[in-house]
Nanobody, 123 residues
Framework: QVQLVESGGGLVQAGDSLRLSCEASESTFFDSYAVGWFRQAPGKEREFVASISWDGVNTYYTDAVKGRFTISRDNAEHTVYLQMNRLRPEDTAVYYC???????????????WGQGTQVTVSS
């Protein structure tokens, strides 16, 4: 089974930056599909953060992170990234990457999750 491995989380202060990475254990797992990031804060449901089309042309963000987060991908490295700038305490969550089951454009039907990486932003 393919594994997704997230990394890059940590404890930072408000206003700081982090860059998350997610690597697929199978080199072609991301190739033709949209990939994205979701997050889950304590006591809350998992929510969409960002996604990127198979070719990197189209990106989508939840309103809460627009202008602060940037998603990117490197298909040759079978890795997706999330650059997070100007972090806020409300960004505190476990961040997960995923691939869409069907679409190459946008993540609407997540398939396969990593173990997540914790991001904690102190005020």
């Amino acid at each position: 089974q393919v594994q997704l491995v997230e990394s890059g989380g940590g404890l930072v202060q408000a206003g700081d930056s982090l860059r998350l990475s997610c690597e697929a254990s199978e080199s072609t797992f991301f190739d033709s599909y949209a990939v994205g990031w979701f997050r889950q804060a304590p006591g809350k449901e998992r929510e969409f953060v960002a996604s990127i089309s198979w070719d990197g042309v189209n990106t989508y963000y939840t309103d809460a992170v627009k202008g602060r987060f940037t998603i990117s991908r490197d298909n040759a490295e079978h890795t997706v990234y999330l650059q997070m700038n100007r972090l806020r305490p409300e960004d505190t969550a476990v961040y997960y990457c995923t691939r869409d089951r069907f679409s190459g454009v946008k993540v609407a039907t997540p398939e396969q999750w990593g173990q997540g990486t914790q991001v904690t932003v102190s005020s």
